[in-house]
C-alpha cells in the first residue's frame, strides 16, 4: 500500500446482497463514499463544519470498474487515495479489495468539488493544503 493512502476494512452485511447472492452494484457506492467520509475526517476535513460554512463538497463524476463480487460475510478492505484533477476538482482514486487474498473488486475514481455559498467551485484552503503535499 502506498505510503498516502488510506484504508478502511469492512464486512458484507446480507441485506446488501441481491437475489443472485452478491453485493448489489450500487452497494459498492456506499462503500466507496463511507471509506471517502473517514478518509476525511482523518485529514481533518469536516462535512459538518464546512457545510456551517456554506461549503458543501459535492461528487461530479464516479467511474467504476467492476472487477469480482463480493458476498455475504466476506471482509473486504478499501482503499482511498487522494489526487488532484483541476484547480477546482479532486479525485479520490478508490479500490475495493477483498480480504484476506486481496482480489480486486473495485477500481474506482470518484471525482467531486466544493461549492461555495454562491454555488460556485472554489476548494477551501485546508483541502488546497492537503493537495498541495500530495
Given at each position: 500500500?502506498?505510503?498516502?493512502?488510506?484504508?478502511?476494512?469492512?464486512?458484507?452485511?446480507?441485506?446488501?446482497?441481491?437475489?443472485?447472492?452478491v453485493?448489489?452494484?450500487?452497494?459498492?457506492?456506499?462503500?466507496?463514499?463511507?471509506?471517502?467520509?473517514?478518509?476525511?475526517?482523518?485529514?481533518?476535513?469536516?462535512?459538518?463544519?464546512?457545510?456551517?460554512?456554506?461549503?458543501?463538497?459535492?461528487?461530479?463524476?464516479?467511474?467504476?470498474?467492476?472487477?469480482?463480487?463480493l458476498?455475504?460475510?466476506?471482509?473486504?478492505?478499501?482503499?482511498?487515495?487522494?489526487?488532484?484533477?483541476?484547480?477546482?476538482?479532486?479525485?479520490?482514486?478508490?479500490?475495493?479489495?477483498?480480504?484476506?487474498?486481496?482480489?480486486?473488486?473495485?477500481?474506482?475514481?470518484?471525482?467531486?468539488?466544493?461549492?461555495?455559498?454562491?454555488?460556485?467551485?472554489?476548494?477551501?484552503?485546508?483541502?488546497?493544503?492537503?493537495?498541495?503535499?500530495?
Amino acid at each position: 500500500m502506498e505510503q498516502n493512502c488510506f484504508s478502511l476494512e469492512m464486512a458484507v452485511r446480507d441485506y446488501e446482497c441481491d437475489l443472485q447472492g452478491v453485493v448489489n452494484n450500487a452497494v459498492y457506492q456506499n462503500y466507496l463514499e463511507h471509506a471517502r467520509h473517514e478518509y476525511l475526517k482523518s485529514i481533518n476535513i469536516d462535512f459538518a463544519a464546512l457545510a456551517a460554512q456554506g461549503i458543501n463538497l459535492v461528487v461530479t463524476r464516479i467511474e467504476l470498474d467492476y472487477k469480482t463480487s463480493l458476498t455475504s460475510g466476506d471482509r473486504f478492505v478499501v482503499e482511498v487515495r487522494l489526487e488532484r484533477i483541476s484547480p477546482v476538482r479532486i479525485g479520490f482514486r478508490q479500490d475495493i479489495y477483498r480480504l484476506p487474498d486481496r482480489k480486486a473488486v473495485i477500481k474506482g475514481l470518484v471525482i467531486g468539488t466544493a461549492l461555495n455559498a454562491k454555488g460556485r467551485p472554489q476548494l477551501p484552503e485546508a483541502m488546497k493544503d492537503i493537495l498541495d503535499q500530495v
